[in-house]
């Protein structure tokens, strides 16, 4: 691999710390530096006197930051995003010498955290020392007081009970731990910057400062895991994050702001942060949006004069089935947001759609057809469309629910991706190759984590290993999760059902 060459990077004296974390990305460069996740947590653990961080990504056998190997540090923290990283995260392991069991390791303790590991730490369970739940800031201190000096699991045991905190093998459940108030969360915004590197590996937003918003998304769409994961639904004051985008821009010398959060269209005076931003000659732009957003005020236009070229927008599903997934926008709304983004000055439209989501029939197929039809007609002239199959995820309503057949889902994708392309839009998307896969990763429990594991170390197709496990709903798993974290997500799954019963499609 060509050099890497990056700003802000921190490197700290070895001698002068008293805990050193190797933080894992098991994914490529670019993907690692295209989230805020690992640059939060870079900034964090760096952000203590006593602690340094450096980071390994797939691929990588020594750090990026001193060249130094996995088996020196004390602690090695991996960051799982979704769950197709498993298997990743299990090969850098292997790949170091150092085994993924727990039961029969010697070295570094290995922890982890992310979404998927709080939704579901049950198929995790044989390999991590212990599992963060939730978000890492209102547990940072405690975290590193234990780890500092612990040679093994049982000098973890003492956190076992408390919110945040999963110690498999020990623990029977756990709750996650979560800020209450985003505008008291330090936010990094000494961010690392990629200067120069491989061109495959280039971050997708380029060269951004990213601002996150917030966190949790309060339109809980009952397949969105991450809007269950981070509920309640928080966000940062747009004085704050107007404070932030200034001192980020100082110190990384980047031209443009990416704001992050799942429910950005939720956040008070949002269009405020945009038009500031634009009007002073800063790039603004906003991965996740509702179309309603775009139609507030002079949205688009801002976003479309700081030079923003593309909106994405996700449908997922025609109106009616769009609703009984939970998301409550209309056909109407993204029509009109299609339009707005054309007039605007937008030149690129990228729209998502879903097959397989729960109480799917043929004729929603023919509404997101049409749907996609009308925004095109609408909207900015180059148009293309990103095809994904559901998965059902812990955590949220539709974990409990029927999913469609996987031959049924197979037959659906290569109709719909057939006629998408008949309309000369280019496509792209997941397939349904692994869908079975994916969905007992999701789903599984430590059954699922051994096969996956023994499958890479003898070589075979992890795919084929883990589908055997497919079952759905979780309820057959003890995936750990208490109860009353999930309260909220079982009364919304009963609401489907009347609402999927009244609609006639059960
Ligand atoms: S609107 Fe988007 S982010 Fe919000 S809950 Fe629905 S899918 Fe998740």
Redesign the pocket.
Known sequence: MRRIEERNVVRKDWRKVRLKVALCYPGDYRSGMSGLALQTLYGIFNSSEDVLAERFFNGFQRSLETGRQLKEFDVIAFTLQFEEQYPTFLRMLLECGINPRRSSRKGPLVIGGGPCATANPAILSDFFDLIVLGELEPIFEKLCSFLIGAKNQHDLEVLAGERGFFLPGISESGERAFAQNLDDVPHVVRQVVTERCPPEQTPIFGKSLMVEACR??????R??????ISFPFRYRKSSTLLKIAKRGLEETGVRKVTLIG??T??VPGIEKVVAELAASGIQVSIP?I?PNTLLHGSLAKDLASSGLRTVTL?P?AGCALRFRA??R?SDGEFIDAASACKEAGMKKMKLYFMVGLPSESEKDLKDSLELSQRMASKGPSRLSISLNAFIPKPFTPFQWAQTPDPKVVTLRYSYMRKEFMRKGWPFSGSGVRRIVAQSALSLGGADVGDALLRSIEFGADWVSAVSKYYKVPIGEVNSHISQSDISRALSSYMEFLKEASAASVF
């Open positions: 949790g998304c309060p339109q809980s769409c397949f969105c895991l991450i809007s269950h799942s429910g269209s939720f996740s509702l996700a997922e939970g998301k926008v």
